[in-house]
């Protein structure tokens, strides 16, 4: 797989966010000194507030700087720039998810992506070189094996046959690892576990602790926050259908790897898309940006 990377490249990805965030009590990190790389944010421009690189206490929103997305589709595209690059899974919907706008894999498109591979490049403060041009990849193209990561938004509407279930089983054999977002309640959770059936036929999604290696590969998280969509968070709202506790849950391959990870009854995606709104609340944003950050920083080391 093109993109295997030893361990020993990614062991100076914790390599520091500056001392003063060690004032931030949201943000307990392990702070190293870095070189830099690619441009940075200045002191005011981060939409996360907070000390830098996350900001200041001045205003917190700014637009993103990232140039437009990549459209895969079925063709294909150009390799990725960067050693990571966000990458979307197109897939296909249930017929039950109705007549609503666009695809259930487009949900928060493109802003989410722009918005959290800005974050992930100028706001993080890692090492990781990271393009600026997310892309969108079909399960059965030939590119879904470029991506060390690839994401999944409103899982419980998606549907795979078994060529596509054969494909992400291999995906995640030669390396990859699956990071599934935005699903809510019991009845999209039995979908999401009956369509992971297919590709892990032997392997049950479990519950991670807060002590897993994950939760603390880059920034430390102690709790699991229930990020709800801007709208739910204007009316003081965060849960939606029978999804009222938010949990952090995994799949764990024979050999003891995290090969997928679900952030289940609650919406990262959104915050991901909102967060230059200031009628989207800080502390999801915060939230959410930090487990996206973790997941990824995961995936490129483990």
Do not use: C
């Not at 700014?62 to 990725?80: F, K, L, N, T």
């Not at 709104?277 to 995961?298: E, Q």
Request: aromatic fraction near 12%.
């Amino acid at each position: 797989m093109k993109f295997e990377i030893s361990n020993l490249k990614f062991k100076a990805l914790r390599v520091g966010l500056p001392l003063l965030l060690v004032a931030l009590a949201l943000f307990p990190v392990r702070a190293q000194l870095r070189p830099e790389l690619g441009p940075r944010t200045t002191p005011g421009d981060s939409p996360l507030g907070g000390l830098p690189p996350f900001g200041t206490v001045s205003p917190r929103r700014r637009a993103p700087r990232a140039p437009g997305p990549v459209q895969m589709g079925r063709a294909g595209a150009s390799e990725p720039v960067g050693e990571f690059t966000f990458m979307r899974t197109i897939y296909r919907t249930l017929s039950t998810y109705g007549p609503r706008w666009g695809a259930a894999w487009s949900t928060d498109y493109p802003n989410a992506d722009d918005n959290f591979s800005v974050g992930l490049r100028e706001w993080a403060g890692t090492n990781l070189n990271v393009s600026m041009r997310p892309v969108q990849v079909e399960i059965m193209d030939e590119h879904l094996f470029d991506y060390p990561l690839i994401y999944f938004v409103e899982p419980g509407h998606m549907e795979l046959n078994e060529e596509e279930a054969a494909r992400l089983r291999e995906y995640v054999a030669r390396g990859g690892f699956m990071f599934f977002d935005d699903f809510w309640g019991s009845v999209e959770w039995a979908n999401v576990t009956e369509q992971l059936k297919k590709v892990f036929p032997d392997l049950e999604p479990q519950e991670l602790p807060l002590t897993h290696p994950i939760f603390h590969s880059y920034l430390d998280i102690t709790e699991a926050v229930q990020v709800p969509n801007i709208y739910n968070a204007q009316r003081g709202v965060t849960s939606e259908k029978d999804g009222f506790v938010p949990y952090y849950m995994g799949i764990v391959d024979k050999r003891g790897r995290l090969v997928a990870f679900f952030s289940r009854n609650s919406d990262l995606g959104d915050a991901w898309e909102w967060i230059n709104d200031p009628r989207y609340p800080v502390k999801y944003g915060l939230a959410a940006y930090k487990v996206g950050i973790n997941v990824v920083i995961y995936a490129m080391s483990h």
